[in-house]
């Protein structure tokens, strides 16, 4: 990633953390919509795994100019996502609604360029998860 793609990551979603509970909301509507098949993968509150996710996103948008931090958080979090059953083409699901949520909830400030800094961020770290997965995988 370029410093000015993270630079509208991190400006853009400054924009989005007051409005937190409803863009996760928003996103697990958005995600269940596009693959109905992947409600049964989350168990319990929706509004808390919500809140992780808006908590994780931020950590990572404060962490994407020191990348090598989180990477090894990211293959972590990949490798648990195979024990959930999560497969590689749900990475691209979630993606999309990602990019949906962020458009729907950034308006008019998510421009082309913003969107295609998001498509690259995730796109690293959905490349990093997917890689770990698949060691995990092998290795059982």
Request: aromatic share 8%; net charge neutral; proline share 4%.
């Amino acid at each position: 990633m370029t410093q000015h793609q993270i630079q509208l990551v991190k400006d853009s979603f400054a924009k989005v953390r007051p409005i937190a509970e409803d863009a996760a909301a928003l996103f697990y509507d958005r995600l269940f919509h596009l693959d109905p098949s992947l409600r049964p993968l989350f168990r319990g509150d929706l509004r808390e795994q919500g809140r992780k996710l808006m908590q994780m996103i931020g950590v990572v948008v404060g962490s994407l100019d020191r990348l090598e931090t989180i990477l090894p958080a990211a293959r972590d979090l990949g490798r648990r996502h195979a024990g959930y059953r999560v497969e590689p083409r749900h990475y691209d699901t979630v993606g999309a609604a990602l990019l949906h949520t962020l458009g729907q909830g950034l308006g008019p400030a998510f421009t082309d360029e913003v969107r295609g800094a998001w498509a690259t961020a995730y796109g690293l770290l959905s490349s990093v998860m997917i890689e770990a997965a698949a060691q995990e995988c092998a290795a059982a």
